[in-house]
């Protein structure tokens, strides 16, 4: 597509409830990235593809978080048992993955509107 | 580990001057600077970024920033600030060597423009 679609925009749910929020990175970007932004607040890493796999998983909160890309294209993140503290915007974005890093550092993230989470 | 620090929450300057908005960052290696600005529910746009060469870059609505490796800062300036320009604005530092693809980002500072 032109841009990052990311669904839903908005999802209110109820604390202990699962969340599925979806990310369409722009087509032939192969990295894909998830961010969380609070209230205030710049936006937080949380994960990292290249392809299908996660290059680097190290800002999930904790094993109630997990993300997939199964066919190197759509991602899901998925948040079990959610609490009010997981309220946030999810944040995607894609870009151009090389395998160089030195390259791809230089890679300009497009980020989606986000998702609005509200966990009440 | 790498990590960006905006130390002005807000920035107010009346339009038609110039506008500067701080950053400094902290990497093990050679960094990647970036700034982002988000306007009110709207995602995250790209300005500008310097990899490597003129420490002086220019980027897009007029803004430019200025690489200085001495002060580990990437200032964001622009000569004549316009009330549009209102938002929010982002550093952010990747330490392509250490960390990989993964983008940090500072805190945000809030610019207004007023009339």
Known sequence: GAGVSQTPSNKVTEKGKYVELRCDPISGHTALYWYRQSLGQGPEFLIYFQGTGAADDSGLPNDRFFAVRPEGSVSTLKIQRTERGDSAVYLCAS?????????????????????RLTVL | AQSVAQPEDQVNVAEGNPLTVKCTYSVSGNPYLFWYVQYPNRGLQFLLKYITGDNLVKGSYGFEAEFNKSQTSFHLKKPSALVSDSALYFCAVRDVYNQGGKLIFGQGTELSVKP
Request: no cysteine; proline share 10%; charged share 5%.
């Open chain 1, 95 to 115: 870009s151009l993955g090389l395998p160089n890093p030195r390259l791809s550092g230089a890679n300009v993230l497009t980020f989606g509107a986000g998702s």
